[in-house]
Every structure is written in C-alpha cells, then in structure tokens.
C-alpha cells in the first residue's frame, strides 16, 4: 500500500516538473547530476544517422538545437505544451526551425518509412509500451535507429555521489540496474534484459553502449529496425 502511494507521488512529482514547473526543469536536471545532464543526452549523437530526426520528448530543445546546427532535418514531439513553448523559444533564439508536435509517442503524426533515427533521452515508461515501438518501428526507413538514453551514472565515490544515487533509486530510475566494478569505475547492466526482449519483440535489434565520459557513464539504447532478410 505504501509502494503504491509513493509511486504515486513520485509521478504526481514528476509531472509537474515536466507540466506546471518545466521552468525549474533545466535547474533541477543540473543539480541532480552535478551537471552532467546535457552531457549525457549529448552521448547519443555520435549513434544519430541520416538526415532525417525526430526526437520524442524534446523537453526545453537543447538537443534540437544540436542537432539542426550539425546539420540534420529534426523534427520534436512532446504532449508537454510547457515544454513545447520553451524548445520553441528556444530554437527561434538560435534562428532555426521550429518543427515542433504536441502528440503521444503511441500516436505520431508521421508518414511512414520517413525517419533516419528516433531519438528519446530520459523517457518515462512510454518508451517501452508496445504501441510506442510499433508506431516508432513504422516511422523508421530500413535499418533505420531509436535511440534511446535510459540513464546516466556518476562514478564518484563521495558522500555527494552516494546521496544522488540514492534519490535516483528511490524515485523509481535506477532500480539497481548497475554493479559498479571498482577496478575500472564502469557499471554493467545486469537488469535490462527485459527492455531489451520488448525492443526486440518489436521487430527491432538492439546493443547497448556504455559511453564513458569524465565524471560520469550514460547508457545508450540503440535499437536497428530489422530489414524483412533479417527477420527469417
């Protein structure tokens, strides 16, 4: 009963910040990792292909303004309008296209076999319903990606680390999912089997990548559409 409860006002907690509070949401993204936030969404770009982006949950827009000045057509979805007008402020700052949706992942506004990658950083649960993967799948041109932060990790040992990692675990965002080796400071996964079966059950084929950085590890979801040969 209290598991329930708590879950409860974990969600309750998390959609304000994306909803009535998104203000906070760069400040409190910050503090939360010692800064190490965009660092983590910025791990992914080097998995990024083609022209074509759409990231789902763009959340204020810093990747899609990354991505459009490294030269990629990019599209954002989000259901947050809070959000939507921030990445909008955004993207107008810096001059460039606001190619922006409000909609669900289990329902995009998109022709099929039209996008080189999908993008989603630090997504809650919607990532792996099934609707979602099979609308994603859709959109997808052969062999194209979805790409997916889960998580990032910091590998400092000090009371500050401990604490962070704490409140990650106790709102519900890493349930354990790493053993840290303490030779090499690097975690490994021990619990994502099940997402992976879910990527796979969708007709995608997935590794996982662990990107080192300074203070920090972000985990990287890289799930290939399977091209029809690849499926017998």
């Not at 009963?1 to 409860?5: A, I, S, T």
């Given at each position: 009963?209290?598991?329930?409860?708590w879950i409860k006002l974990v969600r309750f907690g998390f959609r304000l910040l994306y909803y009535e509070l998104?203000?906070?949401y760069d400040l409190v993204s910050w503090l939360v990792s010692?800064?190490?936030w965009q660092r983590w969404q910025a791990?992914?770009?080097?998995f990024v292909q083609g022209p074509s982006i759409l990231e789902i949950g763009h959340g204020p827009g810093h990747l899609l303004v990354t991505l459009q000045e490294n030269g990629h057509a990019v599209f954002g979805v989000?259901?947050?309008p809070q959000m939507g007008r921030q990445a909008q402020r955004r993207l107008r700052k810096h001059q460039l296209p606001a190619n922006l949706v409000r909609a669900k992942a289990q329902r995009l506004p998109f022709k099929p076999d039209y996008f080189h990658t999908v993008l989603s950083t630090f997504p809650t649960d919607y990532i792996?319903?099934?609707e979602t993967l099979t609308a994603v799948h859709e959109l997808l041109v052969e062999n194209g990606r979805l790409i997916v932060v889960p998580e990032g990790h910091l590998t400092?040992?000090?009371?500050l680390h401990r604490l962070i990692d704490w409140l990650f675990r106790i709102t519900g965002q890493r349930d354990g999912a790493f053993e840290v080796d303490e030779a090499q400071n690097w975690p490994h996964p021990t619990l994502w089997e099940p997402f992976r079966q879910r990527?796979?059950?969708a007709g995608f084929q997935v590794h996982i990548e662990h990107v080192q950085l300074k203070r920090s590890v972000a985990t990287i979801f890289v799930a290939t559409k399977a091209s029809p040969n690849s499926q017998t």
């Open positions: 009963m209290m598991r329930k409860v998104a203000w906070t010692l800064g190490e791990a992914a770009l080097p989000d259901l947050s792996v319903d099934s400092g040992r000090g009371l990527f796979e059950a």
